[in-house]
């Protein structure tokens, strides 16, 4: 069936495209997703490798485009970024809009298993499968081949799982600030998220979880990069624990050349940070997304 995705508006940045679009989700329980497509110049010659950046909790799809500073990097590369919305929107769930951690801009890029959630809650389902078919109904110049995710929050536990478990899809992942453990009982936003939308809790967010994951994924190829900084102060409450990711890494057999974890002294979790660091993310799947 078509999702019929409507153009909503566009806006001419770096000499490329800047497009907003919507369209009835039926993976999101038939509310309106929106997202929104930077397509660079490039992508009038030849088909444009693509970027999905995955935002954290109370975001929408307009965050990381307006604050994050990717689009620059991303026209000079030639490649297309793809902004998801965090969460369904309006969708009439009670409780959805109580907390700023949970429910509306909080989906934690999962497949909702408890069924007071599961209708409208699939946001994994929504950024793996549903968004590319939007994408491709669309008939842009994208190569959907070549991508990759990158993520900040909640959005870099999204970016690092979903890679994780779509070795085949996306070539390479990153993240900022990310939420590395969520299953872990020391993470009070994962333990919420995966208590509340999960009928197996913490035990089964395990199988969303990048700590857990990057074990199954032993002695396969795998391009990671993540930073943190070291004055934030989700960090320092224990909501990242970025070393449990690290500790997994090494007992999975990662060395550097596959996976950098980065402590950024004095950063915190703003988009003050990640702009700083945006254009390294950007090159770095760069690298990975060039055509073999």
């Not at 809009?97 to 509306?104: C, I, M, V």
């Not at 979903?162 to 872990?184: C, H």
Request: aromatic share 12%; glycine share 10%; hydrophobic share 35%.
């Amino acid at each position: 069936m078509p999702l019929n995705v409507e153009k909503i508006s566009s806006n001419r940045a770096f000499g490329g495209e800047f497009n907003k679009y919507k369209f009835n989700s039926p993976v999101l329980g038939g509310t309106i997703a929106q997202f929104n497509v930077f397509i660079p110049a490039q992508a009038s010659e030849k088909l444009s490798p693509v970027i999905y950046y995955l935002a954290g909790l109370t975001c929408t799809e307009d965050t990381g485009a307006w604050k994050g500073g990717f689009i620059r990097d991303a026209a000079e590369e030639g490649i297309a970024l793809v902004f998801p919305d965090t969460s369904p929107r309006g969708a009439g769930v009670e409780g959805e809009d109580e907390s700023w951690d949970f429910g509306s801009a909080a989906g934690f890029y999962i497949n909702a298993t408890n069924s007071k959630w599961s209708k409208h809650y699939n946001m994994y389902d929504h950024i793996v499968k549903e968004l590319p078919e939007a994408i491709k109904e669309l008939g842009i110049a994208l190569d959907l081949s070549r991508s990759s995710l990158m993520g900040h929050s909640m959005g870099g536990h999204g970016a690092l799982s979903i890679y994780l478990k779509n070795l085949d899809k996306f070539r390479s992942a990153s993240a900022f600030s990310a939420i590395f453990n969520p299953s872990n009982p020391e993470c009070q936003w994962g333990r919420k998220a995966f208590s509340g939308y999960l009928n197996g809790g913490q035990e089964e967010g395990k199988a969303n979880d990048a700590t857990e994951l990057i074990r199954t994924v032993k002695g396969q190829k795998v391009a990671i990069l993540a930073d943190y900084g070291d004055a934030d102060k989700f960090y320092q409450e224990k909501q990242l624990l970025p070393e449990n990711f690290i500790t997994a890494v090494k007992e999975a057999g990662f060395d550097e050349s596959q996976v950098q974890i980065r402590s950024r002294p004095g950063y915190d979790h703003s988009y003050y940070f990640i702009s700083t660091f945006a254009p390294a993310h950007v090159k770095f799947h760069a690298e990975h997304l060039r055509e073999y």
